[in-house]
């Protein structure tokens, strides 16, 4: 069975514990904190960047990233120095995806994460529980979508974008890059580059 590192020990890399059975060893997280380094958590042992070294043959999950940083996701997972064919692919055995879709690496699909014919998901994109992608539709990479969130077809994700859980957002409409969504949003016309809208419908903030 192929071997595992997840980076860095987070909310993501907890709930990516239950995506990984069947597919990966598990040797431990990595993660830049000293005060977690060389202690255990749910039994795995947590690293130092080091162990990327030490275990070369490890596959690897990035998974940084939350509402407050989502937007250095793309210069944190970078700064782990590692080739983009060392990134792991972890899908949920509860998650559909379609053959005509296309999914890139260093990407978590949760449980029951639904993803329908001719959708495009960049590399570094994580998608919480319950999240359903639409036909058509193309999600740029760094972008985290939240649990239970529908994104109706024909509709583009930006790179570096934040969905916030319980969110909708209308087919035929673009978020731009570096853009939050807030928790239960109804998004129901584009939303610019860097910007941040929430609200029934979404307004920016």
């Known amino acids: 069975m192929k071997k595992l590192l997840i980076f860095p020990l987070n909310g993501n890399a907890i709930e990516a514990l239950s995506c990984i059975s069947g597919q990966y060893e598990l040797i431990g997280f990595v993660d830049d904190s000293e005060e977690k380094q060389n202690k255990k958590f749910f039994g795995y042992r947590v690293f130092g960047r080091d162990a990327l070294k030490k275990y070369h043959e490890a596959e690897v999950l990035a998974l940084p990233g939350n509402p407050l940083n989502y937007r250095q996701r793309k210069e944190i997972i970078g700064s782990l120095g590692i080739n983009k064919e060392r990134f792991a692919k972890v899908f949920h055995s509860s998650s559909v995806v379609s053959p005509l879709s296309e999914i890139g690496f260093n990407s978590l699909l949760m449980a029951g994460v639904v993803i329908t ?89």
Do not use: Q, W
Not at 160 to 169: E, F, K, T, W
């Open 117 to 205: 014919g001719n959708s495009v998901i960049g590399n570094h994109v994580c998608i919480l529980p319950g999240s359903v992608i639409h036909h058509d539709t193309r999600i740029g990479d760094y972008a985290l979508i939240g649990s239970n969130v529908t994104i109706s077809g024909c509709t583009v994700i930006g790179e570096n974008c934040y969905i916030g859980s319980g969110s909708n957002v209308i087919n035929n409409i673009s978020i731009g890059d570096n853009t939050l969504i807030g928790l239960g949003s109804n998004v129901i016309s584009s939303i610019k580059e860097n910007s941040k809208a929430a609200g029934n419908p979404a307004k920016y903030l």
